[in-house]
């Protein structure tokens, strides 16, 4: 974050404008609508300035700039074609310690005017920081689109009500969701549809319900995908930005954590294969312990927590609790690598079956059934494969897979290190370790993984050509 965000109060408060063109009308019009007292100083004013000072909502000073100008304006903005004026705006203003902005030069700025989307009370602004306005203008629209003039509206009801609602819920948890409920529900779509009345109602009568519940907590199970933050479903995201505790898994990456409510509390499971990590029954007590306490819990699973993420074991455990759980499943990391890298799972030419293997297993465990592994025309994907990838190799070799078969690492899949070393099921155990690989990593076995050449790969990653 080069620039701190931050929206001024500026009711009653003297703005001053340096110009009088069409720009510096623009930024005098902003400035009006959040209630400044707004003075142009310049020698004439053009068609837009003028109708402000005509309408009542600005006031025009007929002079040059002086320095001493400055004193008593909570803002100031210069906005004039002479860089020299500009400049002496600025100086004067950084001197005693007023903000100032000067258009489109931000090393002469203290502060940045951001493109503003207007539903109030509701104010978003984009900033590019001064380096790009016409991309912040660009994403301004694509905002105003997707939020309707209804939500300031929305805004206004809660306002008026939100004393009515700490009093019956003093439960920062339960207020925050009950808040959550209604600018996400019904009530939020009756206040779009211009009928307020039947949408106070109804608010009314879910806080009464709401103050009478008991707090219950509850356990979502969310897949966070293969690492790359913009392959969340848009479910995952909106339960990471409400819940008051998240359980993680080491394989999430930073750039999904940070996606979470700020006031979250963060829980690292250290589920990690190879990794000394948490107990399985002590992260399913952990779970019950925060749901019982009225917690909205997030477990957030690297992939899909139904494949080998362990979710059925958590499922049970929770079930047994009696804690409500629910499942919202995430991009595979087979899928989001494997498409990453270029290697189509299923071809009608190379692959009419894809099956998924962990490579760790249990001590004591079965032997898994190697000959089914070892067929031909099927694709093979390796989880946790990368330390046992020499017998793993071996057996299916022993088993009828020729030694000659495309095969593939994928590190990091999905994310900007991602690596993919490629080499054929001979050759790859000795390549992996002569790169280092230490996990995450998938590993691909079939002729499919051959294909990967005739794919465009992004050339940020680091790509080891097959053998």
Not at 192 to 206: I, P, V
Request: glycine share 10%; with cysteine; charged share 20%.
């Amino acid at each position: 974050m080069e620039h701190f965000p931050i929206f001024l109060d500026l009711s009653g408060r003297d703005a001053l404008v340096v110009g009088g063109g069409p720009v510096a009308a623009r930024k005098a019009d902003l400035l009006a609508r959040a209630g400044a007292r707004v003075t142009f100083v310049a020698p004439g004013l053009a068609p837009a300035a003028a109708a402000l000072v005509a309408g009542g909502r600005a006031r025009h000073r007929a002079a040059a700039f002086a320095p001493d100008m400055i004193a008593g304006n909570a803002v100031v903005i210069a906005a004039t074609d002479s860089p020299r004026v500009n400049e002496s705006v600025s100086r004067a203003a950084r001197a005693i310690g007023v903000p100032v902005n000067v258009v489109d030069d931000a090393a002469l700025s203290s502060f940045i005017m951001p493109a503003v989307i207007d539903r109030a009370p509701v104010t978003i602004a984009v900033s590019t920081g001064g380096v790009a306005p016409v991309l912040a203008r660009l994403l301004r629209a694509r905002i105003e689109a997707a939020v309707p003039a209804g939500f300031g509206r929305l805004a206004r009801l809660a306002a008026r009500l939100r004393r009515t609602v700490r009093l019956s819920l003093p439960d920062l948890g339960a207020r925050r969701r009950f808040w959550e409920g209604v600018f996400e529900g019904r009530v939020a779509e009756l206040v779009f549809a211009g009928r307020e009345d039947e949408a106070e109602a109804l608010f009314r009568g879910d806080l009464d319900r709401a103050g009478e519940a008991k707090a219950r907590g509850e356990v979502f199970l969310v897949g966070a995908g293969p690492g790359d933050p913009e392959l969340l479903t848009f479910r995952a995201l909106r339960l990471l930005q409400s819940a008051d505790a998240i359980v993680h898994d080491s394989l999430v990456p930073h750039a999904i954590l940070d996606l979470a409510r700020r006031e979250a509390e963060r829980i690292d499971a250290g589920k990690r294969c190879g990794k000394r990590s948490a107990a399985q029954a002590d992260i399913n007590a952990l779970m019950v312990r925060l749901a019982r306490a009225g917690k909205r819990v997030v477990r957030l699973k690297g992939g899909d927590p139904f494949l080998f993420g362990r979710g059925g074991e958590e499922v049970e455990a929770l079930a047994a609790e009696g804690v409500p759980v629910r499942v919202v499943p995430g991009v595979t990391a087979a899928m989001g690598c494997a498409a990453a890298a270029g290697i189509p799972l299923t071809h009608r030419d190379h692959a009419h079956a894809v099956v998924f293997v962990s490579g760790h297993r249990r001590a004591g465990a079965p032997e898994p059934d190697w000959s089914a592994l070892a067929r031909p025309d099927q694709t093979l994907v390796i989880y946790m494969g990368v330390g046992t990838i020499a017998e793993t190799a071996a057996k299916l070799v022993a088993h009828g897979m020729p030694a000659s078969t495309p095969a593939a690492a994928i590190e990091n899949g999905t994310l900007p290190d991602e690596r993919v070393i490629a080499g054929t099921l001979a050759t790859l155990p000795g390549r992996i370790a002569e790169a280092g690989i230490a996990g995450p990593a998938l590993i691909v076995v079939g002729t499919v993984v051959a294909l990967r050449d005739r794919a465009a790969l992004p050339a940020h990653r680091s790509q080891a050509a097959v053998a």
